[in-house]
């Protein structure tokens, strides 16, 4: 049989299938198969940076900044921050009912190293944005900067003289071109990158999921709860009435990046694979999907936005300190900006979540109580991160009329 004709969902669902029994058995045999998933990610890496700087460059060159662009941008930006808003008030209102952290013992907590250093600050979110030095952006992988100082670029692209605006434009669309042929060609190893991510990751965590506490089991699945309501109702009837599309469907083109998003718990590393199948599957044209994706997959997480909010109320409710209705809004608020600060990369959520429990007074050490579980709870929010994504691709180009594939 030849593998290659199995549709890529499939190989990655096997992948992942076969790696967990894997990892869990065969402690032994990991370091045979780890270097698949170190390799896979660091190619991932190779071309994330180039990819998002060729094709915002490109996607805002081909909108021709001016209007269309700015209407653009705030159709896309009141997207991210109301879908945002939408799945806290989900997570918030679940864990008022649920009240996981009522009744847990305080002994689970582990103690984090360097708590106090690595919190972040809410206006350290803005700052981040303009950077001082782009090549430096580019060198830490700091891709909020990168992101705007290529919008910026494809914007005066268009203001210069027409011959200089069409020697720039064709450049960055070829270049662009060149960067989806590699995607594809490194997409195409993704079962075996995953197979080897997966197997290291139960691996490191078999000994700590077997310790978990009952009550921190209800935390997840409150987490898990809020997770699936937003991303199998919220998202679909937002899909389905705003954007006039058929959210089942478009689901189903994107089990493949679904699937990596949980892999490898990285929005940043699913970019690639994100991009190429919205365009590809739900055909989204390459204009809106170069310009929405990778902004979205750096600002806009609901399933971390999400997390956020449970979190922080968890954490209240075991130290057993009372939230006021302002404080809880407070918590939204920073929920919110905290998502939009958090890198596309494993864990950042659980970085982030200092900004809100400093926000409002919650003792930072909460950050032992949750840690255990984080991993796998980044996983299922990355899929609703990157979920998100896709469907406000959807959305903005059938609100540009766009046919698109899932079109109603
Ligand atoms: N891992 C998430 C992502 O890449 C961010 C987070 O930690 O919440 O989308």
Redesign the pocket.
Same mark, same amino acid.
């Given at each position: 049989m030849n593998l290659s004709k199995i549709k890529l969902h499939w190989q990655i669902l096997i992948a992942l299938f076969l790696a967990i029994p894997f990892g869990y058995f065969f402690p032994e045999g990991i370091r045979y198969v780890s270097w698949m998933g170190e390799i896979f990610l660091t190619a991932l890496k190779m071309i994330i940076i180039p990819l998002i700087i060729s094709s915002i460059i490109s996607g805002v060159a081909s909108i021709g900044g001016g209007k269309s662009l700015g209407r653009l941008g705030l159709k896309t930006m009141f997207y991210y921050i109301s879908t945002s808003l939408v799945a806290i008030l989900t997570g918030l209102v679940l864990v008022n009912i649920i009240r996981p952290g009522i009744g847990v013992d305080l002994n689970f907590t582990q103690s984090v190293e360097g708590l106090g250093e690595n919190s972040v600050a809410l206006s350290d979110i803005l700052m981040r944005i303009v950077p001082s030095n782009i090549v430096e952006a580019m060198i830490r992988g700091d891709i909020l900067p990168i992101i705007f100082f290529a919008i910026l670029f494809g914007v005066f692209i268009s203001k210069t003289a027409s011959w200089h605006k069409e020697i720039l434009t064709t450049f960055f669309n070829a270049f662009f071109e060149v960067m989806m042929k590699m995607t594809l060609f490194i997409i195409r190893f993704t079962p075996l990158g995953i197979f080897g991510i997966v197997a290291n990751e139960v691996h490191r965590n078999s000994e700590q999921l077997g310790t978990l506490a009952g009550s921190m089991l209800i935390y997840m699945l409150v987490v898990f709860l809020g997770l699936s309501i937003h991303a199998f109702i919220n998202l679909p009837l937002i899909v389905r009435f705003v954007g006039r599309a058929k959210p089942y469907r478009h689901l189903k083109n994107m089990a493949s990046p679904l699937l990596m @998003?949980f892999s +490898? @718990?990285? !929005? /940043? &590393? +699913?970019l690639p694979l994100t991009m190429e199948t919205v365009e590809n599957k739900s055909g989204v044209s390459s204009k809106i999907t170069s310009f929405t994706i990778p902004l979205g997959?750096t600002i806009n %997480?609901d399933? +971390?936005a999400l997390?956020?909010c449970v979190a922080a109320m968890f954490i209240a409710q075991v130290y057993g300190i009372d939230m006021s209705f302002m404080q809880q809004m407070l918590i939204v608020i920073t929920a919110l900006l905290a !998502?939009i600060g &958090? &890198?596309?990369?494993?864990? &950042?959520?659980? *970085? %982030?979540i200092t900004i809100v429990l400093t926000a409002v007074g919650l003792p930072l050490e909460g950050v032992g109580l949750i840690i255990a579980v984080?991993r796998i709870l980044? %996983?299922f929010? +990355?899929v609703v /991160? *990157?979920w998100s994504d896709t469907c406000g691709a959807v959305i903005i180009a059938r609100s540009e009329n766009e046919p698109t594939n899932v079109g109603l």
């Open positions: @998003a +490898t @718990a990285s !929005s /940043n &590393a +699913t997959s %997480m399933g +971390t997390y956020e !998502s &958090a &890198a596309g990369i494993p864990m &950042a959520g659980l *970085v %982030m984080d980044d %996983m929010r +990355t /991160n *990157v």
